[in-house]
């Protein structure tokens, strides 16, 4: 008996020193006896330049606190400014950073009891803008491929498209070439026929993960010439179609259809076609001068957005020109009816080639202004033209715009995408031949130039991108991760006809 109870006893001793040795749950083990302490979990979070960055920043207590930032730190924003014990703060950015630094705050808690003499430090640093590139490939050799757009795949991929020559002004075939996330080709078509000339203008692609092609065939009738490829590159149809003389953009419908936009004569021509190819309607607008659409794109309501240029002056569907030639942009219903017709330029030569529809209903639209401070255009040229970038409402009217440039020449293909960021802003792609301006230091004598703007149209960053020769872009497209395709032109020995042409494509991201 008498050992029992000793060992009772044993167990009582062990049991009470455990319990003196354990702090209690809200008190870490350098906090002893409840004595009170503040601290940061992390002492430095890097959060990205974009509007959209953020991060969650945990402080550890047992008593009640409140929390600082260190003043002009107007780019950061924190969701508590008191508290007690353990707690998560946010902090977020409301203000990109355009500097080419990283830029640093402090965040400072403190106690609220004033005869207690502590205090915990966190710095927050926002990364600048920095283009990376992840990855980049060249397809050159026989047959020369003139890329001439690109379009995102439901898996993360994509489709080029352009033309293949042979080395003969007429042996030119449709070119696909199917990408993986990696950018490695998986498939690649060349379709046509003998001695008919045929490029690959536009495509979409299409929710059974094949795509449709707008190709131009130079044939006597049926210039429009659609292909319907499978997901592994198989043809599943063509259609052939007169309702376009020159084909240049194409954009996927909410009911699975598509339109497809060009020029017929001097006007600008529309058509929608149902998801097998069959058309449906077809419009044709303009004026008494020669108008033509080089870019269409479908917003969420349904309704149509075109865009191009016109020279006309108060004639048939055309407003009033304020220069030689206008960016002019169309909307329609979905049943192709007109819903209003706007142009938008300066006293100079402007040029409309791509256009995106926006979350808010409006659309934004770029090209290439001649025009100087006068009309629509507020900004000041640079050089010999520069690009010109719209922001529209859903009723035509200008949010704002923004002419960007340098001493010489910038412009951006035919219905070049325009990508939409994840923040809000806009990234673009374009040609540039000058190096100084909003373009920066330059490559070569012409160069493929990437900007993004912000919501406000305000500029972000600038890169060019090239070698010693000659780059262009011909499309752009924007991926879920943030990260984005550029594909382009590349003549690194700058020759003659025939061109030693080679499509360059490269994945990027810009922090």
Known sequence: MKKFFLALAMCQVLISCGKKNDPPDDLTNDA?????????????????PFVTGSADLVIESNIDWQISVTSGADWLQVNKSSGHGKDTIHASIINENVGSQARTAIIAATVTNPSLNLQAQLTVEQKPYKLQVLSEKRITGYPLIYGHGMTPAFDGGCLLIGTGNWGDMWAHDAWMARLNRNGDTVWTRQMGDANIVEDAIAAIATFDGGFIIAAQAYRSTGNLWLIKLKSN??????????????????????????????????????AKFSSSGIPEWQKRFGGSGSEQANAVSVAIDGSIYVTGNSTSNNSGDVGKNHGSKDYWVVKLNSNGDMIWSKLFGGDNSDESFSIKSTVDGGCIVAGVSYS??????????????????????????????????????????????????PDGGYILAGITTSNDGDVGEGQGSGDSWVFKLNKKGQKVWSETLGGHMQENTIDIVMNIDGS????????????????????????LKDY
Request: aromatic share 12%.
């Open 32 to 48: 002893p006896n409840n004595e009170p302490y503040l601290h940061f979990y992390q002492t430095t979070v890097s959060i990205p």
């Open 484 to 507: 984005f395709w550029l594909a382009g032109w590349t003549n690194p020995n700058g020759s003659t006809y025939p061109p030693f042409v080679g499509t360059w494509f490269l994945k």
């Open 372 to 421: 100087s401070e006068n009309g629509d255009v507020t900004g000041k040229n640079q050089g010999n033209g520069d690009m010109w970038v719209l922001k529209l409402d859903a009723n035509g009217n200008i949010t704002w715009n923004n002419l960007l440039g340098g001493t010489y020449l910038e412009t951006i293909k035919a219905n070049t995408s325009i990508a939409l960021t």
């Open 233 to 270: 590159g198989d043809t599943a149809w063509t259609r052939s179609a007169d309702i376009t003389e020159f084909v240049n953009t194409i954009a996927a419908t909410a009911d699975g259809g598509f339109v497809v936009a060009g020029a017929t004569g001097s006007d600008m021509a529309i």
